[in-house]
């Protein structure tokens, strides 16, 4: 949901390359493999346990859920692409919630970021902080 909440990733990701009308968006592609990444999990057959699961789908705002081989293939087709689109919705993201950094002495830049879809919302988890 941050994703389509905070950045233009969908938008973005329509400009990757022209579909089919009937093809899976590429946004859709982008979303379910981050949400694959997010899970630990970066192999394209990790897809498969998520196929069905309702839970994936709602998280994600999604109609669907691609199959392995499209995610593969459309991943390996635009990569590059795909990778601009990604690394612009990140700093979009980060730049909507007014993030704030501060350099460590070294010039590194870490950046802590909890990645776990899961809703705490009810769990008074940082404070009471949860609806942020």
């Known amino acids: 949901m941050a994703i389509n909440e905070r950045t233009n990733l969908g938008t973005d990701a329509e400009a990757v390359s022209p579909l089919r009308s009937d093809a899976m968006p590429h946004a859709t592609i ?4 981050i949400a694959l990444l997010c899970l630990g999990k970066s192999d394209f057959e990790a897809i498969t ?3 069905e699961d309702a839970y994936l789908a709602q998280a994600l705002d999604l109609q669907q859920v691609p199959s392995e081989g499209i995610m593969r293939q459309r991943m390996d087709a635009n990569a590059a692409a795909y990778q601009t689109v ?3 919705a990140a700093t979009e993201f980060l730049r ?3 993030a704030r950094f501060t350099p460590l002495d070294n010039g590194l830049m870490p950046i802590d970021c909890d990645a776990t879809p899961m809703d705490n919302s009810q769990s008074k988890k940082g404070g009471g902080l949860a609806h942020l």
Do not use: H, K
């Open 86 to 88: 990604v690394e612009d």
């Open 49 to 51: 346990a998520f196929r």
């Open 30 to 33: 982008l979303s379910n493999y």
């Open 96 to 98: 909507r919630r007014d």
